[in-house]
């Protein structure tokens, strides 16, 4: 199982990003995904949701509701993370996690807020959002 995030960088307030996740490994299409974010000193915190199946219906952490918004490309087995009006307190570094502890072979998992368990990679990069003036 591979999650190779990217598309993070240093970005002003207000500013946008665009995170992708890269996946392989399994089948990407059936398991729900979420974003999973960092900040220093903190420990892990769930950000958004997207279910598998043709509904994918997407949940939100309420600083996310109405600035991020989660998407995924089935085709391209890539899960991505539209960020806009980002503040300072945004700055963290961003997981994938998936639905499911594939084969056995996830670590930590989060809880999202309704009644979800998402598991991250054992060795995982991760991609660093900065934002500052």
């Known amino acids: 199982v591979q999650l190779v995030e990217s598309g993070g960088s240093l970005v002003q307030p207000g500013g946008s990003l665009r995170l992708s996740c890269a996946t392989s490994?399994?089948?990407?299409?059936?398991?729900?995904m979420s974003w999973v974010r960092q900040a220093p000193g903190k420990g892990l915190e769930w950000v958004s949701r997207?279910?598998?199946?043709?509904?994918?219906?997407?949940y939100y952490a309420d600083f996310a509701k109405g600035r991020f918004t989660i998407s995924r490309d089935n085709a391209k087995n890539t899960l991505y993370l539209q960020m806009n009006r980002l503040t300072t307190e945004d700055t963290a570094v961003y997981y994938c996690?998936?639905?499911?502890?594939?084969?056995?072979?996830?670590?930590?998992?989060?809880?999202?807020?309704?009644?979800?368990?998402?598991?991250?990679?054992?060795f995982r990069q991760g991609t660093q959002v900065t934002v500052s003036s």
């Open positions: 996690a998936i639905g499911a502890n594939i084969y056995g072979a996830m670590c930590e998992s989060v809880q999202d807020g309704y009644g979800g368990r998402y598991f991250l990679a054992c």
């Open positions: 490994g399994f089948t990407f299409s059936s398991y729900g």
């Open positions: 997207i279910n598998a199946g043709r509904s994918a219906t997407t």
